[in-house]
């Protein structure tokens, strides 16, 4: 990847992920390019409103979604300041590496979600039905559908598969409302005595950056209460 793409990706106000690596801060925290140069310079990365202190020559990865993917580059945290805003610089990289959405932490949820095909423009998009998410991450999630049949019904998701897209809208339990497009990259259905669940793991094909920080920073937060609960 050349050096233009990255100067082309890298700009003030971009919004990105700081990924700690190592130590008791180890996670995925949302950030921002604040000024660019031979330094980058990132805002620092918070919990709960309070500044994660990190060490200079620290290791970490910085990761943005882009058109096309997401890609990331390791660095060492070069400075820090803490006035008159929190602010770390690392060397500004060369060139990225484009990592797969499946290397995003997922953890186990239960949030309603609406979904519905997104269909060729010639056809008209069918209405939104509702599913929950049991599984989230920043890169995509897995979804369970319930289908209870009724007599001369037939099954209202036989024409999802691998492969089909869909349109997502659900909330965070901070309030966060997310609108994601996103595609099946796999399906499995389970026939029960309440009738077919179709378990459904989706890749986000589509998603606002911001949008994607919240869901990252929701999924730090659950895996600090399940570290804090010993279920972790």
Request: glycine share 8%; proline share 5%; hydrophobic share 40%.
């Amino acid at each position: 990847m050349n050096v233009t793409y990255v100067e082309r990706i890298l700009d003030v106000n971009r919004k990105v992920t700081i990924v700690i690596l190592e130590g008791h801060y180890r996670g995925r925290y949302p950030s921002r390019i604040e000024d660019m140069g031979q330094v980058l310079l990132l805002a620092a990365p918070t919990r709960k409103g309070a500044v994660v202190r990190l060490n200079v020559g620290e290791p970490i990865r910085v990761e943005i979604l882009a058109k096309g993917g997401v890609y990331a580059f390791d660095a060492y945290v070069d400075s820090i300041t803490l006035e008159p805003i929190p602010i770390i610089g690392v060397g500004a990289p060369e060139n990225f590496s484009r990592i797969q959405r499946r290397e995003f932490v997922r953890v186990a949820v239960n949030l309603p979600v609406k979904y519905r095909p997104l269909k060729p423009a010639s056809e008209d998009p069918s209405g939104y039905k509702s599913a929950h998410i049991v599984n989230l991450s920043g890169g995509g999630a897995r979804i369970a559908i319930w289908h209870v049949p009724k007599d001369g019904d037939l099954d209202e998701n036989k024409n999802l598969d691998v492969g089909s897209r869909l349109q997502l809208e659900f909330e965070l339990p901070c309030g966060s409302k997310i609108k994601a497009e996103a595609v099946i990259i796999r399906i499995a259905g389970k026939r029960t005595e309440k009738g077919m669940c179709h378990n459904i793991a989706v890749e986000f094909t589509e998603i606002d950056q911001k949008e994607q920080d919240d869901i990252a920073r929701h999924v730090l937060e659950c895996q600090y209460e399940m570290r804090r609960k010993g279920l972790l």
